[in-house]
């Protein structure tokens, strides 16, 4: 069975919020300890749960064409959640936050906008400019996306996130 990106980031956040994969696929989250802070995963990810039954945080980074990185922004639990995307061009010092979906994993996996412009950003080649990738979310049906600072500390839904990490490798 293949399974696409939407349904690795829903598992990704079973594991990160402490869920086992049988509450994930049956869509029961376990009640999650609040933690104090962000906790650092592997690659740059980190979460913070903030009550028992929403987390928000960053996926490890993911390098995509032309030295772009790419880190999937989550807010919620491992059966309903809100995703974003972060394009992070370093060398510029820009990052654009693209979304959001809203994900469920009763209706995983299906491909979203955000799933297409992740395929389009992973392919080899020189990098499209921030302007190119902000028309793309436009016509796959997304507002303008947020342009920021790279590393500039991103409101979640009123939880913030720190995105430093990715330009310090």
Not at 90 to 108: H, K, N, Y
């Amino acid at each position: 069975m293949t399974r696409t990106r939407p349904f690795l980031l829903c598992a990704g956040i079973a594991a990160a919020t402490g869920l086992t994969a049988q509450a994930a696929l049956a869509c029961m989250p376990v009640p999650l300890e609040v933690t104090a802070g962000p906790v650092a995963g592997e690659g740059c990810s980190q979460s913070q749960v903030l009550d028992e039954y929403r987390a928000v945080g960053l996926s490890s980074v993911t390098a995509a064409a032309g030295g772009l990185l790419m880190q999937d922004i989550y807010d919620g639990n491992a059966c309903y959640l809100e995703a974003n995307l972060l394009v992070i061009d370093c060398a510029a010092g820009q990052m654009l936050v693209i979304g959001p979906d809203q994900r469920s994993l009763e209706t995983e996996p299906r491909e979203t906008g955000i799933d297409r412009i992740a395929a389009w950003l992973g392919t080899e080649g020189p990098a499209p400019g921030f302007d190119e990738i902000a028309a793309r979310a436009m016509r796959e049906g997304y507002d303008a996306p947020l342009r920021a600072a790279a590393g500039a500390r991103l409101s979640i839904n009123g939880a913030g996130v720190d995105t430093t990490c990715a330009c310090r490798g």
